[in-house]
C-alpha cells in the first residue's frame, strides 16, 4: 500500500474528530510520508529508526512526549488500516516506544491566583478566570460556551469527551451574568467569539501581568490548580471529580488524586520524623528532675525568707 493511500484512509476513519486533533494527525503523518513517499513500511525497523531520527528545527532531539505523541499516531493508523485490510502487516507490536518519565503537574500557587485577581482586570477577564478556577474546564470548552449554555448554578460544557453539566459557585454565575450581551457566545473578541487561541492568549497576558511565567502560562494550568485542589479537599469525591473534569477514563483522574502535593503536605506535617525533635526538647526543657529542682529552690527561698521574719 502507498503511504499517501494509507494516510488517506485512516484520515477518514478519524472524521467528525476536533479540528484540533485532525490537524495534530495531518502533521504527524505529513512528516512520516516525508520519510517514505512510496511505500508503506510493513516492518519495524525503519519506523523505529525514523522515530528515533525526529530532531527539531533547530536540530536538537525533541522532548519523549513529541516522539511519543507521533508513535500513538503511527500505532492507531496502522490498527485502523489492518481492520480494513486484514493482509496488511502491523509492525508497530514491535516498535519500541519511547520512555515517558513521571512529570510533576504545573499548578498555581496562591500567591499566584491572589496576584492573578487583585490586577485591574475587565470584566470578562475576572470571569473567565473565575470561571476556569472554580471548575477547571479546557480553552475549547470556554471558547464554545453559550449563553444557553448558562444557568443558575451549572454550565454545560462541550469538550471532546461531548456534553456535560457543572456545577458553578454562585460567584462564578454573577461573575458571567455581569457580562451577558446580545451575542450568542458568552466570551467575545474583537472580531466575534473568542476562540481557542484566543484564550489563551488572554490568559497568558494576564499570567504576565501577574508576574508568572514559563510553562504555566495557560488555561490548563488552571485546570491542574482545580482538579489538584479538589482533589485535596476533604471529603471530594472522586467520581464527581471525573464528572466535572470530563475524563473518559478514571485513570485520568486519579493523577489528580495520587501524589497530590496538598494533600501529600498535610500528611507529611502530621508524620514527619522531625517532631521527634520537638518532643526531645520538650522533654529536655521540662524533664522531672529539672522541676523538682526548680520547686526545692524556691521551696528554700520562701523557708529562709519566714526564718528571718521569726528572727
Request: proline share 7%; with cysteine.
Given at each position: 500500500?502507498?503511504?499517501?493511500?494509507?494516510?488517506?484512509?485512516?484520515?477518514?476513519?478519524?472524521?467528525?474528530?476536533?479540528?484540533?486533533?485532525?490537524?495534530?494527525y495531518?502533521k504527524?503523518?505529513?512528516l512520516?510520508?516525508?520519510?517514505?513517499?512510496?511505500?508503506?513500511?510493513?516492518?519495524?525497523?525503519?519506523?523505529?529508526?525514523?522515530?528515533?531520527?525526529?530532531?527539531?528545527?533547530?536540530?536538537?532531539?525533541?522532548?519523549?512526549?513529541?516522539?511519543?505523541?507521533?508513535f500513538?499516531?503511527?500505532?492507531?493508523?496502522?490498527r485502523?488500516?489492518?481492520e480494513?485490510h486484514?493482509?496488511?502487516?502491523?509492525?508497530?507490536?514491535?516498535?519500541?516506544a519511547?520512555?515517558?518519565?513521571?512529570?510533576?503537574m504545573?499548578?498555581?500557587?496562591?500567591?499566584?491566583?491572589?496576584n492573578?485577581?487583585?490586577?485591574?482586570?475587565?470584566?470578562?477577564?475576572?470571569?473567565?478566570?473565575?470561571?476556569?478556577?472554580?471548575?477547571?474546564?479546557?480553552?475549547?470548552?470556554?471558547?464554545?460556551?453559550?449563553?444557553?449554555?448558562?444557568m443558575?448554578?451549572?454550565v454545560?460544557?462541550?469538550?471532546?469527551?461531548g456534553?456535560?453539566?457543572?456545577p458553578?459557585?454562585?460567584t462564578?454565575?454573577?461573575?458571567?451574568?455581569?457580562?451577558?450581551?446580545?451575542?450568542?457566545?458568552?466570551?467575545?473578541?474583537?472580531?466575534?467569539?473568542?476562540?481557542?487561541?484566543?484564550?489563551?492568549?488572554?490568559?497568558?497576558?494576564?499570567c504576565?501581568?501577574?508576574g508568572?511565567?514559563?510553562?504555566?502560562?495557560s488555561?490548563?494550568?488552571?485546570?491542574?490548580?482545580?482538579?489538584?485542589?479538589?482533589?485535596?479537599s476533604?471529603?471530594s469525591?472522586?467520581?464527581?471529580?471525573?464528572?466535572?473534569?470530563?475524563?473518559?477514563?478514571?485513570k485520568?483522574t486519579?493523577?489528580?488524586?495520587?501524589?497530590?502535593?496538598?494533600r501529600?503536605?498535610?500528611?507529611?506535617?502530621?508524620?514527619t520524623?522531625?517532631?521527634i525533635?520537638?518532643?526531645?526538647?520538650?522533654?529536655?526543657?521540662?524533664?522531672?528532675n529539672?522541676?523538682?529542682?526548680?520547686?526545692?529552690?524556691?521551696l528554700?527561698?520562701k523557708?529562709?525568707?519566714?526564718?528571718g521574719?521569726?528572727?
Amino acid at each position: 500500500m502507498f503511504t499517501e493511500q494509507a494516510i488517506g484512509e485512516f484520515l477518514t476513519s478519524r472524521g467528525g474528530l476536533r479540528p484540533k486533533t485532525t490537524a495534530e494527525y495531518r502533521k504527524h503523518l505529513e512528516l512520516f510520508q516525508k520519510s517514505f513517499p512510496d511505500e508503506l513500511p510493513e516492518k519495524p525497523q525503519p519506523v523505529q529508526v525514523w522515530l528515533n531520527a525526529q530532531v527539531g528545527k533547530n536540530g536538537q532531539a525533541l522532548a519523549p512526549e513529541t516522539v511519543h505523541a507521533r508513535f500513538r499516531t503511527l500505532r492507531a493508523m496502522y490498527r485502523q488500516l489492518q481492520e480494513w485490510h486484514p493482509e496488511l502487516i502491523n509492525p508497530m507490536p514491535l516498535v519500541r516506544a519511547p520512555r515517558l518519565m513521571p512529570k510533576a503537574m504545573r499548578t498555581f500557587a496562591d500567591e499566584d491566583l491572589y496576584n492573578l485577581f487583585c490586577q485591574p482586570l475587565q470584566p470578562q477577564e475576572r470571569a473567565l478566570l473565575t470561571l476556569l478556577l472554580d471548575v477547571g474546564p479546557r480553552a475549547d470548552e470556554c471558547a464554545s460556551l453559550t449563553w444557553d449554555d448558562v444557568m443558575p448554578g451549572f454550565v454545560v460544557l462541550r469538550g471532546k469527551t461531548g456534553e456535560r453539566t457543572v456545577p458553578i459557585s454562585e460567584t462564578t454565575y454573577r461573575q458571567l451574568q455581569a457580562i451577558r450581551n446580545d451575542s450568542t457566545h458568552v466570551f467575545i473578541g474583537k472580531r466575534g467569539p473568542l476562540t481557542y487561541e484566543g484564550i489563551y492568549k488572554m490568559v497568558r497576558r494576564l499570567c504576565r501581568q501577574a508576574g508568572i511565567t514559563g510553562r504555566r502560562t495557560s488555561p490548563h494550568t488552571f485546570r491542574h490548580t482545580f482538579g489538584t485542589n479538589y482533589a485535596a479537599s476533604e471529603g471530594s469525591d472522586p467520581k464527581v471529580l471525573q464528572d466535572i473534569m470530563g475524563h473518559r477514563d478514571f485513570k485520568t483522574t486519579l493523577r489528580y488524586i495520587q501524589n497530590n502535593p496538598r494533600r501529600m503536605a498535610r500528611n507529611h506535617s502530621r508524620c514527619t520524623p522531625l517532631k521527634i525533635l520537638a518532643s526531645a526538647a520538650q522533654g529536655f526543657l521540662f524533664n522531672d528532675n529539672q522541676v523538682m529542682k526548680e520547686a526545692e529552690a524556691i521551696l528554700a527561698q520562701k523557708g529562709g525568707e519566714h526564718q528571718g521574719k521569726d528572727d
